[in-house]
């Protein structure tokens, strides 16, 4: 069989791949601008966070400690808000939580005063102790509202335990922080707190069903009042009752002259008289809150009567109106429009006019009952 030459073909080149474009690296400093730029966003969200959630822990801590009425100390904020080596941020915190409080919820961070040095031990301590503490650095909450909201329609007591028990006891405790202050010397005795209270009928147990004892001893743990014992040279012991720091924020001189007057219930010369013995008991702080009270009264009358001149103004507005509203929504005229506008003046004009022959007559009235008087003292002589 012949053998058949076969050519083998030429193996063909295998195709090439695609030229690939290689992407242009930034320069080197380039590279690091734009990672300390991310590195920096990234530092400044997470500041950002970490301030937000210490601003709402420290609002969250301050109304848990007013709502069982203990008091909110610089150490539990250092403990339990503040984050580790943030000290230095405290002063922004507890602006910003602040600012929220007063905001939201009507109150705001008050720092207790010190404790009055009562004793002769601790005046002589005080006398001797070189260094003596600006603050106390501890807060309560107090309200920021404004006098004609702070009633009792709008503040009303607590609902636990029971609306009565929490009414029951600010009554009581407000009754016992007004004895002290009217105390001399703002002390009140413990055997004259027992005859008061003994009046009163609580000597045993108050509104609630709870022992007066026990709700004293709760006005020792709230601050409301101090129980200062001392011995003299004799070896006998006197027990006296002073204002504690909270009493003297939350009650103080202003309290106690609401709470007088209200009790008493002067009017005209008789309320001067009281208003003189409260400044010579307490003050003339109390002058300052009776003016507040008067200002926030007149306020609320306004709100609540409103405003006369407003009045006539929205009624000569209202009488515009409805004019201009007939024929079925068409605009009214300029001569309609003229004759709404004199008609305003006219009314206007008769209110003036009414108003000025009132005070004509008041003041002729004035001239009668003196001439009458300057009668009767020439038929007397």
Not at 226 to 234: A, C, F, L, P, S
Not at 295 to 316: I, L, M, S
């Amino acid at each position: 069989m012949p053998v058949i030459n076969r050519k083998r073909r030429a193996a063909e080149p295998e195709a090439s791949p695609p030229p690939t474009r290689r992407r242009c690296s930034p320069p080197l400093s380039e590279t690091s601008s734009i990672g300390e730029d991310i590195d920096g966003d990234l530092n400044g969200g997470s500041q950002s966070s970490s301030h937000d959630q210490m601003v709402k822990k420290l609002v969250r801590l301050a109304l848990a400690c007013e709502y069982s009425r203990q008091l909110l100390r610089r150490t539990d904020i250092t403990a339990k808000v503040m984050a580790p080596n943030t000290g230095r941020q405290f002063k922004n915190i507890f602006e910003a939580a602040q600012e929220q409080l007063r905001t939201v919820f009507g109150m705001e961070m008050t720092e207790l005063p010190q404790r009055e040095k009562t004793t002769i031990s601790q005046k002589r301590a005080a006398a001797r102790s070189s260094q003596s503490a600006s603050s106390s650095k501890t807060y309560i909450l107090t309200s920021t509202l404004p006098a004609r909201y702070r009633r009792p329609k709008v503040l009303q007591p607590a609902q636990i335990p029971s609306t009565a028990a929490e009414s029951a006891y600010v009554g009581l405790t407000t009754f016992v922080v007004a004895l002290i202050y009217l105390s001399p010397s703002n002390q009140l005795a413990e055997n004259r707190l027992e005859k008061h209270l003994k009046r009163m009928n609580a000597d045993n147990y108050v509104l609630s069903g709870e022992k007066t004892e026990n709700v004293l001893k709760r006005m020792e743990r709230d601050k409301y009042i101090i129980k200062v014992r001392e011995r003299d040279n004799g070896g006998e012991e006197t027990v006296d009752y002073v204002v504690g720091p909270r009493g003297r924020v939350e009650v103080a001189e202003k309290g106690v002259a609401g709470l007088v007057r209200t009790v008493y219930g002067k009017q005209d010369a008789e309320a001067e008289e009281l208003d003189r013995r409260l400044v010579r008991s307490l003050g003339e702080v109390v002058l300052e809150g009776r003016r507040r009270r008067d200002e926030g009264a007149e306020d609320t009358e306004v709100e609540e009567n409103g405003d006369p001149e407003r009045q006539e103004q929205e009624e000569e507005e209202t009488l515009v109106e409805d004019e201009t509203r007939q024929g079925h929504g068409k605009k009214a005229s300029k001569q309609q429009t003229r004759r709404l506008s004199a008609r305003v003046r006219r009314r206007t004009q008769d209110v003036e006019e009414d108003k000025g022959e009132e005070e004509e007559k008041g003041d002729e009235e004035g001239e009668d009952e003196e001439g009458e008087e300057g009668e009767e003292e020439d038929d007397s002589e």
